[in-house]
């Protein structure tokens, strides 16, 4: 489906200085919200307890949060709707080291005078598997990435890897910015979240790097600044119409979702937005920065070209019985 016209050539960048600018408004502003706001580790990082409760009736979640912030063990306690009126979940930093062997029955015995209830599910993370998890978290963020940085390498050139990661680099702080910013628990559903967004970007970004590196080869055009304006106006059709389509379901989950999954589909909305903007004005404008030549890209295609054609003589060679 073509929205916008194949032929029409925009020109972004000639409108890139204002995205940079907004860009790394953001980025600062998100950098500055790390470093002074901080993360806020959920259970899954930082270890504590989750006791899922469904009520016979609409769940009482003033009289929940009231009852059980009157205790010190449930100082830092989330109270929160799951799913239905009825469900409702208690998180809290303690484990069953401070509130005793068994929390459910403990929550049990301090809300029974809230109504008639059931504990469903009781999930205890202790302090040191929060630490491990919270480090395997940094370690596939890492890894990710470099294996990022090692794919396109290949794929293209250095100069494509670099800027990728740039891009990529650049989604990621905003999405940590705007978690600290709203103060969102950094959990396993935020960590997927920001993978999410990492996969999502680098998939628009490769797709023009893609067109790129066809318009190097199918056209004479030598002005980098007009082939990233060409490259980018072909694909602008299927840019809009995935993020918009992505966004529609990404909407419709944060709206409807429920409070379990309304993080994740925060954090997915503004990585979509982020995301899409970035493989179009900081992926692409990367390789200005970087002095990419599409002289010396065309003369290496040549030089490999070349190096193909003689190994395809030399195996003809070879098989003819000439050599």
Not at 99 to 109: Q, R, S, T
Not at 251 to 278: E, K, P, Q, R
């Amino acid at each position: 489906m073509q929205i916008f016209d194949k032929e029409k050539k925009y020109n972004f960048m000639g409108v890139r200085h204002i995205f940079l600018a907004i860009s790394l408004f953001l980025v600062l502003g998100s950098i500055v919200s790390i470093f002074t706001k901080g993360i806020n580790y959920g259970i899954d990082f930082a270890g504590g307890t989750l006791v899922q409760i469904k009520y016979d009736k609409a769940a009482p979640i003033s009289q929940i949060r009231e009852t059980l912030d009157s205790l010190e063990a449930f100082k830092s306690v989330s109270v929160t709707e799951f799913g239905s009126k009825e469900e409702v979940t208690v998180r809290y930093s303690g484990s069953n080291d401070s509130l005793g062997a068994d929390p459910g029955k403990n929550i049990a015995e301090i809300l029974k005078d809230t109504g008639n209830f059931e504990i469903r599910m009781v999930s205890i993370v202790g302090p040191k598997v929060g630490g491990e998890l919270r480090k395997k978290g940094i370690m596939a963020l890492s890894v990710s990435l470099i294996l990022i940085l090692i794919y396109i390498a290949f794929r293209f050139e250095w100069r494509f890897s670099l800027a990728a990661i740039v891009a990529e680099i650049h989604d990621v702080i905003i999405a940590i910015g705007v978690i600290s910013f709203f103060q969102i628990d950094v959990n396993l559903d935020t960590l997927a979240a920001i993978l999410t967004i990492i996969g999502y970007s680098l998939n628009d970004t490769i797709i023009v790097f893609d067109r790129i590196r066809e318009n190097i080869q199918d056209t004479k055009e030598g002005d980098l600044a007009t082939l990233i304006n060409s490259s980018l106006s072909q694909t602008l059709s299927r840019t809009i119409l995935t993020s918009f389509t992505t966004l529609i379901a990404v909407v419709i989950l944060f709206v409807f979702g429920g409070d379990m999954i309304h993080d994740f589909s925060f954090i997915m909305l503004i990585g979509v937005i982020v995301g899409t903007l970035s493989s179009i004005f900081i992926g692409s404008q990367g390789l200005l920065w970087l002095k990419f030549s599409i002289k010396d890209y065309r003369e290496m295609l040549a030089a490999k070209k070349k190096r193909e054609k003689e190994k395809e003589r030399m195996r003809a060679m070879y098989e003819k019985g000439v050599v």
